[in-house]
């Protein structure tokens, strides 16, 4: 009996493709394969493919090959992965060179003696070398039976161009004293005295603009990998026969004790074995409270030790770690992520193919009716040339500047095109909790009882490191009491001598060990504070509790009125936090939202994206830590504070940097307005395509004029665009 083999999933980087048209091709062909099933991702340039039945990676790579475009194994260091810098050097070499070819051919005055000669110099490394990568996409298109965006480019600057040749080598453009001639139609004459150098070039220049500043926005896949990877500690200490020996924390293996001083990154994964502290987790769980740890306690790598000296005997290293399962999360987020095909590419699919047939069907009725070849090759050139989509290419990448040159001024970087497609039709709103919604830092909110409580309690919390006690001791002004005799209870609070009297500052539970007595007043303030999801500390001294202190991560001023601003933008908004159901609770109410899910670790976030998806619903999520940076990936539309983690703002689509709740607002808005803006000019630029095409085909608009038309029709869309400029952020006084 022949033994079946287990799916295997397989990642592939490709190379070569221009379009989302392109990725669909690949797509089609790897799922025609037995045993495979496929997915393309155009944005991240990846194919995740999952095989049976012996399908090896070189049977993949072979099909993708045959297809036209390039295939490897994926590096293995992801995060050194860097954009090539070939697109911005072609652009800028041929920008500098065909300004000089349009001011000429545009200019009459300027034509000095053999002009023409000099544009063919300037304008011939343009079309060959800046228009090398639509020439060769067009090619590897037409041997697979197709047209796009390529195809028309490299047809009707090739056409442009060499008609100009023929023109100045065989015809009369090449002769002394030559000028560019100007008529509205090209009649019916030879046209030999006409070039269209600068079309050809100043498409092409156009052209290459357009997809470098795609290419410059396009989110890199690799890099919310890189911030995850590089959160972990660089090196440890090591316990060798009872002796530190610091060492890369590469060489760690399972088994080893290392030591973890305060302020210190835990190194991987393990349990205490010796010594007791509070461990910050906030990064990796959301949790605002840093968590009592002590012998038996399991700590996770890249959390940070906050309190005192920690000795960790490793269980899990490498690959193995929270950590580094976190980073898969956000990699198979971002590989099964759709990507949004771009709306230029879709009328290409049948404007190309109608254009070309009606080029030829020009050039065949013109020479039909015996006016020559070169007349009806002039007429077929201004077809191609009219129909050549500098408008459609620029329509996206215009808009996309100017709508990130404002978002930048307001705070919000948005990444790319896909994303604005994503703002148009999300419903549903996922929001983090600590340092999204809230501060993310702890705060003193009420104090109840004795006046002194909070000066006394601050003193002796001033000693300490832990968050909750530095909170106090801010809270307590400026010069605060000497303390002696300082002392730090294991997981219960603190104690020193103040002014004479011996001060306890911490749970309840830690002043009843010590015989103080506690008010029933200030029982119902503890009662009180846990309730509303604060941390309440008791403050005693002379045998008797005088204070509760209660100290929470205070919601953001703005977030109530960014929940209600969220609302009327038609989405539904949902709490989702590591936190306690209870502090969640009552932020959520805070703010007005309704829908809670707390308690979730970074794979349950995910697994709450995924669930909302499911039921049909297209989420965003806005976030500020490592442990939402999956979430973000995963999520419809992500949205990351920029006063967060690397990982979440390197994972997500757009970047808050003002740290403002309502500036997510503003996001959502500006990324509507812009997708706006690209649908009018792409609606307007097809609609001059068609309105011009059946003008150039009857003659009525020579070459030259098509050239013009087509470059006002550029100069429209870039006017679109500069709408954009003029929108303004939502504040609390326009709410």
């Known amino acids: 009996m022949a033994l079946q083999t287990a799916p295997q999933r397989i990642e592939l980087a490709i190379g070569g493709m221009t379009c989302a048209s392109c990725a669909s091709r690949i797509e089609k062909k790897l799922n025609r394969m037995d045993g495979v099933t496929a997915t393309v991702n155009y944005a991240t340039e990846k194919a995740t493919a999952t095989v049976e039945g012996g399908v090896t990676a070189r049977d993949l790579i072979a099909t993708v090959e045959k297809t036209g475009y390039t295939a490897a194994l994926p590096a293995s260091d992801k995060a050194s992965q860097t954009p090539s810098d070939g697109l911005r050097t072609r652009l800028l070499v041929s920008a500098a060179l065909s300004v000089p070819v349009v001011v000429l051919a545009m200019v009459p005055a300027w034509q000095f003696t053999y002009w023409q000669w000099l544009s063919l110099t300037l304008a011939a490394p343009v079309v060959v070398y800046g228009g090398w990568p639509f020439h060769k996409a067009a090619a590897v298109n037409l041997r697979h039976g197709a047209a796009t965006m390529d195809t028309l480019i490299s047809m009707g600057t090739l056409a442009a161009f060499g008609w100009s040749l023929w023109a100045l080598f065989l015809g009369t453009a090449g002769e002394p004293g030559m000028t560019h001639p100007f008529s509205l139609d090209i009649g019916r004459t030879d046209g030999a005295g006409a070039i269209y150098l600068e079309a050809a070039a100043g498409v092409t220049t156009f052209i290459l603009a357009g997809r470098y500043f795609e290419a410059r926005s396009k989110r890199r896949a690799g890099a919310a990998l890189k911030a995850l990877l590089e959160l972990g500690a660089k090196d ?289 303030a503890v009662t009180a504070a846990q309730a509303a999801g604060r941390t309440a500390i008791v403050a005693g001294w002379d045998g008797a509790a005088r204070g509760v202190l209660a100290v929470a991560d205070v919601v953001k001023p703005t977030s109530r009125e960014a929940v209600a601003a969220l609302r009327r933008l038609g989405l539904t908004p949902v709490l989702l936090t590591g936190d306690n159901e209870t502090v969640a609770r009552a932020v959520a109410a805070e703010v007005g939202i309704d829908e809670v899910v707390a308690e979730v670790l970074p794979a349950d976030k995910v697994d709450t994206v995924k669930r909302l998806q499911a039921d049909g619903k297209v989420v965003a999520m806005v976030g500020d830590g490592v442990n939402d940076a999956a979430a973000l990936a995963q999520a419809d539309l992500g949205l990351a504070m920029g006063t967060g983690t690397d990982a979440a703002i390197e994972a997500s689509d757009l970047t808050l940097v003002r740290g403002d709740l309502l500036a997510a607002v503003d996001a959502i808005r500006l990324s509507r307005r812009t997708l706006r803006i690209i649908r009018s000019n792409l609606f307007w630029a097809f609609a001059y395509n068609v309105a011009a095409l059946p003008l150039a085909a009857a003659g009525m608009l020579s070459p030259m004029i098509a050239g013009a038309a087509m470059a006002f029709s550029s100069v429209f869309v870039v006017a679109n665009s500069l709408r954009l400029r003029r929108f303004r952020a939502v504040t609390k006084s326009t709410l």
Do not use: Y
């Open 236 to 524: 440890v200490a090591v316990l060798r026969e009872g002796t530190e020996v610091r060492v890369p924390v590469s060489q760690l293996t399972v088994g080893d004790r290392f030591v973890v001083r305060p302020g210190e990154k835990v190194a991987t994964d393990g349990v205490v074995e010796d010594g007791s502290s509070a461990v910050d987790q906030s990064m990796l769980t959301g949790e605002s409270v840093p968590v009592e740890v002590g012998p038996g306690d399991g700590v996770v790598g890249a959390t940070v030790n906050a309190g005192g000296r920690l000795v960790v005997r490793a269980t899990r290293v490498g690959s193995d770690t929270q950590l580094a399962q976190m980073a898969t999360l956000v990699e198979q987020a971002q590989a099964g992520k759709a990507t949004v095909q771009r709306l230029a590419d879709r009328i290409s699919g049948v404007f190309v193919p109608i254009v070309i047939a009606l080029a030829v069907g020009t050039l065949g009725w013109w020479f039909g009716t015996g006016s020559g070849w070169t007349a009806a090759f002039t007429a077929a050139v201004a077809v191609l040339i009219i129909a050549c989509p500098c408008a459609l290419g620029l329509a996206t990448p215009t808009a996309l500047l100017v709508g990130t040159g404002r978002g930048a001024q307001l705070g919000i970087l948005i990444k790319g095109p896909e994303v604005l497609e994503s703002t148009r039709r999300v419903d549903t709103v996922l929001l983090d909790k600590t340092g999204t919604v809230t501060t993310g830092r702890m705060t003193l909110v009420d104090v109840t009882g004795d006046p002194d409580a909070l000066r006394l309690a601050a003193a002796v919390e001033a000693a300490s490191e832990h968050p909750i006690a530095q909170a106090i001791a801010r809270a307590g002004g400026g010069t605060l009491p000497a303390v002696t005799g300082f002392r730090n209870i294991e997981g219960l609070g603190v104690r020193g001598t103040v002014e004479g009297r011996e001060v306890l500052a911490g749970r309840v539970q830690l002043l009843r060990e010590r015989g103080l007595a506690v008010p029933d007043e200030l029982e119902r």
